[in-house]
Structure formats: structure tokens, C-alpha cells
């Protein structure tokens, strides 16, 4: 039988698992707990067996979600968090130990960052260099090190790393090779494709798409050989080795740490995937346009987009993402213009800390999310103080060329 492409994948991802009554959506499930006719039955659910029984290690909905997500990434299984950030504290927390090391891009997202920090205060070494350079990587190998991590598109700066080039070699030397795929999402491309372990992805970005929950999701890839990773413990070297990371981050990040992803949240974010093709071809389509047009203004002193030919990583995105660039771009006022006043001019575009909506959202990077990390890592990143993200949504294109250009013209 003829695989079904992305879109149609997605679509009848409930439906063909089956739904009560007919329905075309799994429904949404508010217990907390999950009763059981016989007592054995109970016991296994909690030794392993496939079950519910309490809301905080999961329910149906979030279930359902999660096999949807592992359909777009091409895993072998997912586990849902709160949030995008509870899904990476999740990893790093019961993956890493005391004495380990971790090598990650500097190109990171500033809360990333600011959680990389709580992980140094807690013995685990981390290392930032320039990932768009594979020898970088590579350069920084400890015998401690257990693990890599980076993202797919750099927030804001648009850098692309060597993704390609890092998962070889985390395959050579058996490293975990941690992927956060939020800024491109599954669409785009699936870190299965770059030899990633785990593949990260808020959901509350793109795959959910319209800004009315959070979550987040950690999929298994299944190219790990969890056996001879040495921070598996005893408990969870039960079954099939491809699981074992998986069960770990789970049981600790939701029993333990009780990062859990509600049912309603799930269930908003299990009917916004179901669009995440089209979104994301349109939003893709006005990131390129506006940043075209912004390139050759003369109030833009410069557009960090994977687009623009001049971009460094220009053609690496265009093999990564089959011609698509992502629907993020950052662009640097000249320096005459009070980046606070032109924001104030705007009026189509979102005032708002958040990507991947349908609505087209910009905020000055220095001055908001970027801000505790102080002039010195900014610098580091790229980030001057007239900087601007812009995370472009589906609107009529001209409207937001429009806006840009009117808010520029004082």
C-alpha cells in the first residue's frame, strides 16, 4: 500500500487509530485518574504495561498528540511536556549527571541559555561554540562529554548549523545528538534525517500555530544505542535498548518533575498540526518576501534571513529545508532610527514575545529576551541594540511590505 504524504498523514492520524462514534478527532479526556476492573491489570500498567493511570505521566489526548508528532518527525515514539522548555530541561536533567560534559551551539535560544547556566551550577560542563563549523564541534570533545545539542534555525540570528555534518560525527563517537527543531518544525525537515537522538520541538510555535497553548514534545529517533549510554538507570533497561532514553526522560520529567502537558492544551494542539503544511509554506513565502524587500532599504542596516544569497549558511538552508527558509527573520535598524518609536508606528504586525503564530509578531530583541544576557553574550550572538525579530505570519503579503514601509518612512 502506497504510503500517504505529510498533510493527508496527519489529517487521519485519529481517525484511522480509531475514534468512538465515528468522530475524526480523538476526544478530549479531563480525567486525572484511570480506573481498572482487576488489580493485576492495574500493577502492570505501573511495571510497564501500555495504560493510563494518572493524568501527570499522560492521558488518550496527549497520546494521540504525541503519535501525531512522531508520524511528522519519522520516530519511533514521543513524550509531551508543558511546554518547549519543560521538554528540554527534561532531557538535559535526566540524560546528564554530575561530571558530564555538554557541547552545544553559542546560537541558542536565551532561555536555553539561561537553563545551560542552572545546569553548570549543577556539575554538568557546558561548552558553547560556533556549530555552523563541525571542526568547532569537534574541537571541543572531552572524555566526559556525553552529548550535543542544537538548534535548526539559530533564534534570532537565523544561523544554520552543520547539522548534517555534527550528526556524523555524534554518530562516529556515540554521542547523544540532542536536536531542537522548533524554528524549522517537521515540515521543513526531521532530525531523523541528521542523525539526531532526540528531536525537540515546541509545540506551542509552528505545529500548534495559533497562539492558544503551550506544549512541548521530545521524540525518539530510534538511531541511539541507548545500552551503552552509562546515565540509564537500572530501572529503565527494560525492553527494547531504542526505548530506554525515552522512558527515562519520561518517568522523570513527568512523574518526578511533573512537567505534564494538560488535555485540553493537547487537544488545541493536535487539531492546529493538522495545518502545519499550509502555514508554514505561506509564512515561509512572506519571511522571503519582506526580507527582499527590506534587504534593499535604506533604513535596514542589515536582514539575517536563510534566504538572501549573501546569508553565510544560504545554501546549507536550501539543501537542509527543500527550498524553504523558515518564517523567521531578524533585521538591524540603522542606528538614526529610535528602534522604539518605529515599533510604535507599526500597525499590522503583533507587538509580542512568541513565534510561529499565524499573525506576524516582532519585538527588539536586545531590550526583551535577550536582555539578562548582558551586552557582553549578545555581542557573541550577533546582537546589536536596533535589532528586531520578526516571526512572520500568513497575512496578505503586501500588507506587511506596507506596514514595514510606513512605520520606516518618518
Known sequence: MKTNGFSTTILHSDRRSGVEHGGVHKPLHPSTEYAFADARELAAVFQGKSGFTYARQGTPTTAALEQKVTQM??????????????????TFFTLLKKGDHLISSQYIFGNTNSLFGTLSELGVDVTLVDATDVEQVKAARRKETRMVFTETIANPGTQIADLKGVGQWCEQEGLVYVVDNTLSSPWLCRGIDFKASLVVNSLSKYIGGHGN????????????????????????????????????????????????????????????????????????????????????????????????????????????????????????????????????RLKVLVLATHLGDTRTLVLPVAHTI?????????????????????????????????????ALLP
Open 73 to 90: 518527525e519519522g520516530g519511533v515514539s514521543s513524550v509531551s511536556f508543558s511546554t518547549g522548555m519543560a521538554a528540554l530541561t527534561a
Open 213 to 344: 497553548a503551550l506544549g512541548g514534545m521530545v521524540t525518539e529517533t530510534g538511531l541511539f544505542d541507548w545500552s551503552v549510554y552509562p546515565n540509564i538507570a537500572d530501572a529503565y533497561r527494560k525492553g527494547k535498548p531504542t526505548m530506554w532514553g525515552l522512558t527515562q526522560i519520561k518517568k522523570k520529567g513527568l512523574r518526578d518533575m511533573g512537567a505534564t502537558l494538560g488535555s485540553d492544551a493537547a487537544h488545541r494542539l493536535a487539531v492546529g498540526a493538522e495545518t502545519l503544511s499550509l502555514r508554514m509554506d505561506r509564512a515561509c513565502g512572506n519571511a522571503l518576501a519582506l526580507a527582499q524587500y527590506l534587504d534593499s532599504h535604506d533604513k535596514v542596516s542589515k536582514v539575517m534571513y536563510p534566504g538572501l544569497p549573501a546569508h553565510p549558511q544560504h545554501q546549507r538552508a536550501a539543501d537542509y529545508f527543500n527550498g524553504r527558509f523558515g518564517a523567521l527573520l531578524s533585521v538591524e535598524l540603522v542606528s538614526e532610527i529610535d528602534v522604539f518609536d518605529f515599533l510604535n
Open 370 to 406: 535577550y536582555y539578562e544576557m548582558g551586552p557582553e553574550k549578545r555581542a557573541l550572538m550577533g546582537i546589536g541594540d536596533n535589532m528586531l525579530r520578526v516571526s512572520v505570519g500568513i497575512e496578505d503579503t503586501q500588507d506587511l511590505l506596507s506596514d514595514f514601509d510606513q
